[in-house]
């Protein structure tokens, strides 16, 4: 499952719908951010840090699968194995997410 849509329900629930909305558009903002640094050829050098945030982040809104793969990467790079973190996996798994996240987004508000 790449979305705990029960999640997104109840951050919703707990924040209220205008607030959900800009913490979205947050999320989003910051996440594009910190996933474009990982692109960059010196990722290797803050991957644990950057990783770090993904996942949390990631946990905040539901991105399961894509936390999963922070979570791996993060303790990868910690460990000193941060080359055999794999970074396309990484993205790829974000852009699947958030691809099904915004699709499934009109659910979640419309409740």
């Excluded at 990868?76 to 691809?99: P, R």
Aim: with cysteine.
């Amino acid at each position: 499952m790449m979305i705990d849509w029960g999640r997104v329900q109840d951050l919703r629930d707990e924040i209220g719908a205008d607030a959900f909305a800009e913490v979205v558009e947050l999320f989003l903002d910051e996440v594009d951010t910190e996933i474009g640094k990982l692109r960059l050829p010196n990722a290797g050098q803050n991957l644990e840090a950057l990783l770090h945030f993904l996942k949390g982040s990631a946990l905040n809104l539901g991105f399961t699968a894509f936390a999963d793969l922070c979570h791996s990467g993060e303790r990868a790079a910690a460990m000193g194995a941060g080359a055999s973190v794999d970074l396309t996996a990484v993205l790829d798994c974000y852009a699947h997410s958030k691809s099904e996240f915004v699709a499934g987004l009109d659910r979640v508000i419309a409740a």
